[in-house]
RNA sequence: CGGGGUGUAGCGCAGUCUGGUAGCGCAUCGGUUUUGGGAACCGAGGGCCGGAGGUUCGAAUCCUCUCACCCCGACCA
């Protein structure tokens, strides 16, 4: 592609609206423009990217046995009337209605249409298994749009709906696709971690997140260093502390410490680490207020918290209500001789000798232990893992935690739908039996933000090869310069008939402006061609990630692009 | 949905308090000189100041309403 031709208006400046890197470079190499709130057309430059996901993505769902079809953006109410999702979906979901009346909304998934199709076309068992897929628009009309492509409003997304006979075979095609996500990350050369997530009230047994890994990612993961248990921050579980159950070695006592309210404070009082000391924090709950116990340097992890006491109204309560409710601070809250129920986390089981507060406003108790000074609590799982923690699926391992970016999600649905719409086959005694459902999602898109996220320095983008717009960029540095310029015109055919994309900035720009323009657009590998190098029989070869260069004689230019083009392709 | 903020040239902004010829930098177009890491000079084009209504001799500026976008929070397969 000749720069010269293209439409790619780069920015100098960092656009004010955008708040993360890839937002900001997106914007300023040129891949989008915004159009409105969360919905983005995407230029040249982009558009190759977005091309580029969707390619590995399809080419390893076709692999993995899955049909490509193409459902449309816009659907009748009627079905998600079937399903019941047309008044459960909320305000997410974009309604509208056609000339005659006839509510409609925008797809922002395809369980219901995938479904519709398949009762009417799959009669038989035979037919089973069977997976379709597609790359298709969808719209969320989410509450609040952010971070440009990243959570837009419209959005490009693959989703993928498999039909089994029962639930062996539903595992067995939910690992297929586990497989090919796992192949489809790795294509798109970005480092990445399938996670545990809740399979929650649907029930089934599995449903995965797949993370790509960066700093600036939405969500927290925990992984195991041993083996390869991973999990979303809000459902990792830690492994429980070794049975160190020590007997209790001090008398309970009551210590004045008026300054004491934080844990911070009251370990420094008392010169111990937080882990010594147990918090006392107060939750409102559909059976009322509860008291939940921690470890002094641990965090509670609220959702957690919020499903074990089923409640739709979970939430801690402020200090004036605890204030107003037990007649102490929080600073001094504790649960010895206090009314309320209380459920402690695991970590607190043996612990002995603990500290806590005294109920009492500027006193705490010192040398606590479990049913010799109050009775054992409900001990549960209250808390978020922490860097270190043992791992709770093997022995040997401990946790990680690593920052990431959701970019695509399976779960297996079972037969919410299919039952539902009455989808049946007939099984092999000629009954009819209801298929089970997966769904298999892919933000393509997102992959597009989040692989910036993953793959820029201060200049701009350092795309992987697999992702890049263009392998190789020539820098012209004077179109001007016959010599060069007819050099660069034949590396840039001779590069393009091995089958490279390359982009030619051929634009009578200044070289400084090339430079930059390239440092944002890229490309992984660039060649500098001036009428210097050509006197001297030698042009510049650089590496955008890592910034080396290297002089390369003018009749071996070609190859050496080639070469270098295709050991990065090969992951060499 | 609650709170906050911003709408003035393609982009980034000043001007608004205190009403009186609509500006600056970058970008764009033409020219000259330049040309190996975001050039210099000369000249030019580009705006119903988000929209509607009002006050006023006169509104980017004051008042009312409205729309859009951004940020924080709540929400989120």
Redesign the pocket.
Known sequence: MRLSKTLL????????????VS?KLML?SGMIR?L????YNWLPLGLRVLRKVENIVRQQMDKAGAQEVFMPAVQPAELWQETGRWDQY???LLRFQDRGGRDFCFG??HEEVVTDLVRNELRSYKQLPANFYQIQT?F?D???????IM?GREFL?KDAYSFDLDQQSLDNSYEVMFQAYKEIFKSCGLSFRAVEADSGA?GGSA?H?FHVLAESG?DAIASCDSCDYAANLEKAVAGLQDGTDTPPTAEMQKVATPEAKTIDEVSEFFAVTPDKTCKSLLVESDEGPCMLLLRGDHELNEIKAGNLLAGNNFRLLEPHEVKKLTGVGVGSLGPVASKLKIIADNSLANMSDFICGANEDGYHLTGVNWERDLPSPQFADLRNVQEGDSCSRCDAGSLRLDRGI????V?KLGDKYTKSMNMTVLNQDGREQTPLMG?Y???VS?IVAAAIEQNHDD??IVWPIFLAPFHVEILL??P??AP?AEFAEKLYQQLLDSGLEVLLDDR?????????????IGAPIRV?????????GA??V?SRKG?S?QKVALNEVGETLINRAKDLLSGS
């Open positions: 208006p780069t920015l100098k400046e960092d656009p004010v609206e955008a708040q993360i937002h300023r915004q409105g709130a969360g919905i909320g305000v997410e922002p998934t969808k969320r989410e509450v609040r749009p952010r971070f440009g959570r997304m649907i449903s997140e939405e959701e970019v695509g999600h779960f769904c999602g892919i933000g997102r200049n701009g540095i004077n001007k310069e060069a009578h720009e200044r070289l400084g402006v090339k430079f930059k323009d390239a440092d944002l500098v061609i001036g009428g210097r190098g050509i006197k001297e042009v510049e650089q910034g260069s």
